[in-house]
């Protein structure tokens, strides 16, 4: 079983900054993909941004020049780098990975991480 660890999240005026970021835990796991997903009340939960192994990258029309994802293969981590932050962007922001694990069995897995909020308001 592979665990996500958010954090991150909280209060930021409109046109301000925040950075979320994620860890992976397990035992012998391998990831693949990385990504952030966001849900707001009442919609579905949407794709933010996703970054693979080799750090090839995709994002949302709506994030595009303002967010940055990244992430550290060694230590299991991704962030996500939120500029010009808008109204519309307040979510509960939630930390996706899929990959590998060999512990008991080799299988694949994916896992989410329990959300952290984001609120841009003045």
């Known amino acids: 079983q592979v665990q996500l660890v958010e954090s991150g999240g909280g209060l930021v005026q409109p046109g301000g900054s925040l950075r979320l970021s994620c860890a992976a835990f397990g035992r012998r796991f391998n990831i693949n993909t990385m990504g952030w997903y966001r849900q707001a009340p009442g919609n579905q939960r949407d794709l933010v941004a996703t970054?693979?192994?080799?750090?090839?990258?995709n994002y949302a029309d709506s994030v595009k020049g303002r967010f940055t994802i990244s992430r550290d293969n060694a230590k299991n981590t991704v962030s996500l780098q939120m500029n010009s932050l808008k109204p519309e962007d307040t979510a509960a922001y939630y930390c996706?990975?899929?990959?590998?694990?060999?512990?008991?069995?080799?299988?694949?897995?994916?896992?989410w991480g329990q959300g952290t909020q984001v609120n841009v308001s003045s």
């Open positions: 996706n990975a899929d990959g590998t694990t060999f512990m008991p069995v080799i299988r694949s897995f994916q896992s």
């Open positions: 970054i693979t192994t080799g750090g090839l990258t």
